[in-house]
């Protein structure tokens, strides 16, 4: 994620801290290494969430794979903060991976 300092992870919540935006906690609530899909919540973080809910899926293909990334939140105003910053990890895997585009 663009502006991690750091994260940890104890097998169910992940901490992400973020220089000048604070801390974030996150409840990891399913994973599934067969069908490659991940669902997590985001429970404390500096910015007011009613609720925030997100899953991300591989999904192979005969040119290789294609990452979906879904997220819903409340209250709606927060959803161009989590999209920028979503938008910000899919640039950062594509380098990681190698690729020039997100596609």
Do not use: N
């Not at 991690?4 to 935006?21: I, K, N, Q, T």
């Not at 997220?71 to 690729?99: N, W, Y």
């Amino acid at each position: 994620m663009p502006g991690v300092e750091g994260c940890e992870y104890d097998g169910e919540v992940r901490s992400l801290s973020l220089p000048g935006a604070g801390a974030i906690k996150e409840r990891i609530i399913s994973r599934d290494a067969v069908a490659r899909t991940m669902v997590y919540s985001c429970f404390e973080s500096p910015t007011p969430l009613d609720f925030h809910e997100a899953r991300v899926e591989v999904v192979a293909h005969q040119e290789g794979c294609t990452l979906v990334w879904q997220t819903r939140v409340e209250p709606l105003e927060i959803e161009v903060f989590i999209k920028a910053s979503m938008e910000g990890c899919l640039v950062q895997i594509a380098q990681v991976i190698g690729q020039s585009s997100t596609g």
